[in-house]
Each structure stands twice: as structure tokens, then as C-alpha cells.
């Protein structure tokens, strides 16, 4: 079984910061890539960063230049540092991991339950 969690949401003003961690831990054979997606009240879920093994990162054009994903491999926890945050970030951001259990299983998704982030004066 493979769990991840997610922290560091929370409330935070117009142009202040947050740190969101994601912890894989469980049956881990290996970790192909790791993303941050979000949902907005209403919205579809949008696709805000990813990280693969290269490391290789890859943004929205909309989180480009304010976010930045970062993973430690050896801890299997995935990183979002948001800058400059905006009301259009308040959003629920999940987590996800494209990953083996076993060696001979094939590659699965697996998805966090979120963290809350609400930008807001």
C-alpha cells in the first residue's frame, strides 16, 4: 500500500509565501515522477508543476516564475515553494506519484487527499 501526504496549506496574504511537502512512504520500488495539481472552487484540476527522476521540472504557464518543485529522492517527498501568491492560487493542491510497488509491477498513479491553500487579505 502507498500513502501520500500532504502539508504546509494554510492562509496567507497577497504576495506572502507558502512551503507544501508531499511524503510518499509505503511499498516504493521507484519513483518516475511526482506533480502538484490544485482544484479551485468550481474549477477543473489544473497540473502545476511536476518533477521526474532527471530531476526535470516542468510548470503551468500560470504558476511560472512564482512556484518552484523540488524533490528529495532519498525521503520520496516532493516539495512546492509558491511565491508571490495571488487570490487566483487559493486552491485545494494535491499531490501525485507515478510509481512502481515491485520491480516487475507496472507504473500506477497515486494521489495525496490535498491541502487547502486560501489566499486572501
Known amino acids: 500500500q502507498v500513502n501520500l501526504v500532504e502539508s504546509g496549506g494554510g492562509l496567507v496574504q497577497p504576495g506572502g509565501s507558502l512551503r507544501l511537502s508531499c511524503e510518499a512512504s509505503g511499498s516504493i520500488f521507484r519513483i518516475d515522477a511526482m506533480a502538484w495539481y490544485r482544484q479551485g472552487p468550481g474549477m477543473q484540476p489544473e497540473l502545476v508543476a511536476t518533477?521526474?527522476?532527471?530531476?526535470?521540472?516542468n510548470y503551468s504557464d500560470s504558476v511560472k516564475g512564482r512556484f518552484i518543485i523540488s524533490r528529495d529522492s532519498g525521503d520520496n517527498t516532493v516539495y512546492l515553494q509558491m511565491n508571490d501568491l495571488k487570490p487566483e492560487d487559493t486552491a485545494r493542491y494535491f499531490c501525485?506519484?507515478?510509481?512502481?510497488?515491485?520491480?516487475?509491477?507496472?507504473?500506477?498513479?497515486?494521489w495525496g487527499r490535498g491541502t487547502q491553500v486560501t489566499v486572501s487579505s
Open positions: 501525485n506519484a507515478y510509481l512502481k510497488v515491485t520491480s516487475y509491477s507496472r507504473v500506477a498513479y497515486y
Open positions: 518533477v521526474t527522476s532527471g530531476p526535470n521540472t
